[in-house]
T-cell receptor, first 111, second 120 residues
Framework: GNSVTQMEGPVTLSEEAFLTINCTYTATGYPSLFWYVQYPGEGLQLLLKATKADDKGSNKGFEATYRKETTSFHLEKGSVQVSDSAVYFCALFTGGFKTIFGAGTRLFVKA | GAVVSQHPSWVICKSGTSVKIECRSLDFQATTMFWYRQFPKQSLMLMATSNEGSKATYEQGVEKDKFLINHASLTLSTLTVTSAHPEDSSFYIC????????????????FGPGTRLTVT
């Protein structure tokens, strides 16, 4: 079946450090891939997406590339800020009703 | 982008009472709405999927009589937690899909800000 696997958190970084959060997926067909961010006490916000192989999604300095050969969609940011502290969810959608979410990775950024 | 709102954003109720949470798609018609539950520091758990004008489809383990879902129109779905108990305290998030098509032809899913329910 379809599934998403994310690296376990929490991830703790100092401000301006480089961020990578790994995400791999299993899916039939050609899924769309997403990263959502959840700030404390809030709902999910779409951070970026990619809808086909080799697409790169980017937003607010974050980026992720849809790698079909490795079934991955790793999230990266070159220089994190304290305000990036949140939980990040990788997700896929294959055109059925449901979006499949990863378990979430909590990021703490220290000043 | 498309906007989904929830009301209330937080609610405190006494054990045994019922609570209704509203979810609205503000600028698009939501053919499908989803209700999720999120426990502290955990991922989202899909509770049910509803299509406008039809009965909701509940995930395994979710009590239909406990969590009543009504998708009354293309812009409104409600979740009623009946006879709430402290173990129902959680963060409830709705999501809507329909009418906004992404690059590969798949419509996107948009999330509400969530409702924090505390049952005392």
């Amino acid at each position: 079946g379809n599934s998403v696997t994310q690296m376990e958190g929490p991830v703790t970084l100092s401000e301006e450090a480089f961020l990578t959060i790994n995400c791999t997926y299993t899916a039939t067909g050609y899924p769309s891939l997403f990263w959502y961010v959840q700030y404390p006490g809030e709902g999910l916000q779409l951070l970026l997406k990619a809808t086909k192989a080799d697409d790169k999604g980017s937003n607010k300095g974050f980026e992720a590339t849809y790698r079909k050969e490795t079934t991955s969609f790793h999230l990266e940011k070159g220089s994190v800020q304290v305000s990036d502290s949140a939980v990040y969810f990788c997700a896929l959608f294959t055109g059925g009703f449901k979006t499949i979410f990863g378990a979430g990775t909590r990021l703490f950024v220290k000043a | 982008g498309a906007v989904v709102s929830q009301h209330p954003s937080w609610v405190i109720c006494k054990s045994g009472t019922s609570v209704k949470i509203e979810c609205r798609s503000l600028d698009f018609q939501a053919t499908t709405m989803f209700w999720y539950r999120q426990f502290p520091k955990q991922s989202l758990m899909l509770m049910a999927t509803s299509n406008e004008g039809s009965k909701a489809t509940y995930e395994q383990g979710v009590e239909k009589d406990k969590f009543l879902i009504n998708h009354a129109s293309l812009t409104l779905s409600t979740l009623t937690v009946t006879s709430a108990h402290p173990e129902d305290s959680s963060f409830y998030i709705c999501s809507a899909r329909g009418g906004v098509v992404s690059g590969n032809g798949m419509d996107e899913q948009y999330f509400g800000p969530g409702t924090r329910l505390t049952v005392t």
